[in-house]
């Protein structure tokens, strides 16, 4: 199947580039700069695994977001809340309607190119803070796809019942080079260890038993 897949430079979607790289054919990857605080940080990332395997790579620009939305995920946003997902405090990451926006225009750009598919890498662990990677909104998302396409565009969520320890052991059969990968929402020189995306990260390389590539301010 010819697919496209949402990139962001993250441990997940360059996984699910590598997994659809392997089970299908990849006509091209897409990112988008957003305005988040760590996009400076991931989108190289994207674009060094897209160069490794040789799959187009486009960046759109989001810039709206950034200026209109209310996230501190955002640069225009507050300080990113440090702990652990199920915190309360890490609703304040939520960019609204953020996978909705993106699948949609991305759905544009499979049709165009001729793609069958799009990938996305939402999985379990996402789920209870972020109402657009639930597989209740997935489904919802899938069935507007096919129907607003006359190709019926698909939506492939490979991670949907994974969490993130489950996708670094298949990353890691894959060969995905972690160390080419940024998940902190600080956006900073190093990954900060604190924030949720970090917290995640690190259990989900203890908990697949992998060791963990990333370098963390002390």
């Not at 190289?44 to 790579?57: E, F, I, M, S, T």
């Not at 926006?101 to 209870?128: N, P, Q, S, W, Y």
């Not at 069935?143 to 320890?165: C, N, Q, S, W």
Request: glycine share 10%; proline share 5%; with cysteine.
């Amino acid at each position: 199947m010819k697919t496209l897949v949402l990139l962001s430079g993250g441990m997940d979607s360059v996984t699910a580039l590598h997994w659809a790289q392997k089970e299908h054919e990849v006509a091209g990857a897409v990112s988008f700069d957003y305005g988040s605080k760590h996009n400076p940080k991931e989108l190289p990332y994207a674009k060094w695994h897209c160069d490794q395997l040789g799959v187009p790579h486009d960046v759109i620009s989001l810039d709206f977001v950034n200026t209109l939305f209310s996230s501190d995920l955002l640069q225009s946003g507050g300080e990113v809340p440090e702990g652990h997902y199920a915190d309360e405090n890490m609703k304040k990451t939520v960019v609204p309607f953020r996978n909705g926006i993106m699948l949609a225009i991305a759905c544009g750009i499979a049709e165009t190119r001729g793609a069958e598919a799009l990938v996305i890498a939402a999985h379990a662990g996402d789920h209870a803070i972020y109402p657009d990677c639930r597989e209740s909104f997935m489904q919802s998302m899938a069935a507007a796809m096919r129907e607003g396409t006359y190709a019926r565009v698909e939506l492939l969520r490979p991670f949907i019942h994974l969490d993130k320890a489950g996708i670094a052991k298949l990353g890691a059969s894959l060969g995905v080079d972690y160390a080419q990968t940024w998940s902190c929402y600080k956006g900073h020189d190093l990954h900060c260890g604190r924030c949720g995306t970090c917290v995640e990260r690190i259990e989900a390389f203890a908990l697949a038993g992998i060791p963990d590539p990333t370098a963390y301010a002390p």
